[in-house]
């Protein structure tokens, strides 16, 4: 079957996400969009994604848990993870791995955990948006430890990419897709980057406000909603 993806939004734990994405919002907005699967993408944290998937499930909407991962290189990547132990697992690996910059929510916004009623249940001390001290390939290789999904972000955005920040793609990273933003196409990107054309692209929101939630999305041949056949998907989707 076919559905509509956007595998990246950020949530009121991001600290440059709206307070206004909270689970409620998030999968009402989904729904409103025609989406059947999404991604929750914080910033160096996994702790709202699990709140989101169980919620999504009496809504119909697919939650891919996960994070977008800031590498020492200042690279963003999402990671995403099937089982609550996994993603457990590499939220101690961000722990670890997280500066301890205390975070300024008067300068870089609030950073906490709602549950579905909208009651604030946790808030992060540390600045989210920090480098963590791990190189990108020493994530993914992690990622994949855990058998993730790995897919370098926004990788045509000037600042905080793959190839913003190294100028390639390294021959030996190993990832599932890469992502464009909502600011080209993927023909465009692959007229000035021919190299790539035998990569999967998905295209995603990066969505910090309610009404950009689905604002670009993905269309994925998967043969049902379970983690593996989604992964599958990615990886067959072609330019």
Same mark, same amino acid.
């Given at each position: ?15 440059? &996400?709206? *307070? !206004? ?5 998030? +999968? ?5 969009? &025609? +989406? ?50 996994? +993603? ?16 300024? $929510?008067?300068?870089? &916004? ?14 992060? $001390?540390?600045? *989210? ?7 990108? !390939? ?13 897919? $370098? ?17 390294? $021959? ?23 190299? +790539? ?22 269309? *994925?041949?998967?043969?049902? *909603? ?14």
């Amino acid at each position: 079957m076919e559905i509509r993806a956007d595998l990246h939004i950020h949530t009121v734990l991001s600290p440059c &996400g709206d *307070l !206004e994405m909270s689970p409620e919002n998030i +999968l009402h907005f989904a729904r409103q969009k &025609g +989406l059947k699967l999404i991604g929750i993408t914080d910033h160096n944290s996994t702790r709202q994604a699990s709140i989101i998937r169980e919620y999504g499930k009496e809504k119909g909407i697919y939650v891919l848990t996960g994070t977008e991962i800031n590498s020492k290189e200042e690279i963003h990547a999402l990671a995403f993870f099937e089982t609550d132990e996994q +993603l457990q697992t590499f939220q101690q690996y961000l722990d670890v791995h997280l500066p301890n910059i205390p975070n300024n $929510p008067e300068k870089f &916004g609030y950073q906490v955990v709602t549950d579905r009623e909208e009651n604030i249940i946790y808030e992060e $001390p540390r600045l *989210l948006i920090s480098a963590l001290n791990q190189s990108i !390939e020493a994530i993914e290789k992690e990622v994949h430890r855990l058998k993730g999904i790995f897919i $370098p972000a926004h990788i045509d955005k000037p600042c905080y990419s793959l190839l913003s920040q190294l100028g390639f793609i390294p $021959p030996d990273l190993h990832f599932e897709a890469l992502e464009l933003s909502a600011h080209t196409t993927i023909s465009r990107f692959l007229s000035e980057h021919p190299e +790539l054309k035998s990569a999967p692209f998905i295209q995603s929101s990066d969505a910090h406000y309610p009404e950009d939630i689905g604002k670009i999305h993905t269309q *994925l041949q998967v043969e049902d *909603l379970s983690f593996e056949s989604i992964r599958q998907a990615i990886q067959n989707l072609s330019s």
